[in-house]
């Protein structure tokens, strides 16, 4: 179908040098973006994490984020800390803490947890390993 839409020549002339960095026919380019947002009504209220940010968010998950659905269950993972069966949500503050306490030792969040853990096992356990 052929449609006709009007736009400022300065958001067109973007699209074309977008389009003619990877080969594309600047109206391809176009209309692969209405694909890609095909879903999204103009009443939703959607979120759009640039490149900086997502490479930001990879590096702090250590893997690539293939979607919304993955970034959500990567977020979940992050904020959650499952020992066997028995799993432990964190609030946003406490993960904040254990972030502002991990950059302080320098050291990593995951290693943070680990040590915060490792420093609760009195609480737990009234025999020394081996003691049995």
């Given at each position: 179908?052929?449609?006709?839409?009007?736009?400022?020549?300065?958001?067109?002339?973007?699209?074309?040098?977008?389009?003619?960095?990877?080969?594309?026919?600047?109206?391809?380019?176009?209309?692969?973006?209405?694909?890609?947002?095909?879903d999204v009504d103009m009443a939703d209220r959607i979120l759009i994490i640039h490149k900086t940010q997502r490479v930001r968010l990879e590096a702090l998950f250590g893997a690539q984020i293939a979607g919304a659905d993955?970034?959500?269950?990567?977020?979940?993972?992050?904020?959650?800390?499952?020992?066997?069966?028995?799993?432990?949500?964190?609030?946003?503050?406490?993960?904040?803490?254990?972030?502002?306490?991990?950059?302080?030792?320098?050291?990593?969040?995951?290693?943070?947890?680990?040590?915060?853990?490792?420093?609760?096992?009195?609480?737990?356990?009234?025999?020394?390993?081996?003691?049995?």
């Amino acid at each position: 179908m052929r449609v006709t839409i009007q736009m400022p020549d300065e958001l067109y002339e973007l699209y074309v040098a977008r389009a003619e960095k990877v080969g594309a026919r600047p109206t391809s380019y176009i209309a692969e973006f209405f694909h890609t947002f095909q879903d999204v009504d103009m009443a939703d209220r959607i979120l759009i994490i640039h490149k900086t940010q997502r490479v930001r968010l990879e590096a702090l998950f250590g893997a690539q984020i293939a979607g919304a659905d993955d970034l959500v269950r990567k977020v979940e993972r992050i904020l959650s800390l499952q020992i066997e069966a028995v799993e432990i949500d964190f609030t946003p503050g406490q993960k904040s803490e254990i972030n502002r306490i991990a950059a302080r030792n320098n050291i990593s969040y995951k290693e943070q947890v680990k040590r915060t853990v490792k420093s609760m096992e009195s609480m737990f356990f009234s025999h020394l390993p081996g003691s049995f």
